[in-house]
């Protein structure tokens, strides 16, 4: 329920890039925090942690890509199903592109509950803020956490 959700969601944002060979079919997942964890907010105003993935796409802050086709960015959502997680006037809560590489801060102040369970849903972006398509769906990883 939640990835359906998620495709959607993220698929609303722009027009889709696709991806001919297999051998360029690109892969994201959260490495952490991991499935099931208790995780300890911030001590700042966004209550941010840091959300580290893994892709074979190169991650590199939007608009860097030039004319690498295995490059992009992350976009991030809290409780995907939702928008109340979202940055005011953003369609996510966070993106890569604030660090490039492979981190990824989740702000749970921007959740009217910060602590509690939470869906992290991340979806691969083009350099122009597409979704990565793989057979015409979004490629998106999720994994839910208890935030303390």
Known sequence: MFRSALMITFALLASPLGLAQA???PTLEIVWPQPGSAVDLGNDPEKAIGV???SNFALLPAGQC???RQCGHVHMKIDPDGD???IPGKPYNSMNSD?????IKARFGH???AAGQH???VLLADDHHKPVLVDGKPVTALVTVTTK
């Open 23 to 25: 051998e360029d079919r």
């Open 52 to 54: 580290v993935v893994r």
């Open 66 to 68: 030039g004319t690498n």
């Open 84 to 86: 109340t997680c979202n």
């Open 99 to 103: 660090f490039g590489g492979n981190l």
């Open 111 to 113: 959740c009217p509950k």
């Open 119 to 121: 869906v992290i849903g």
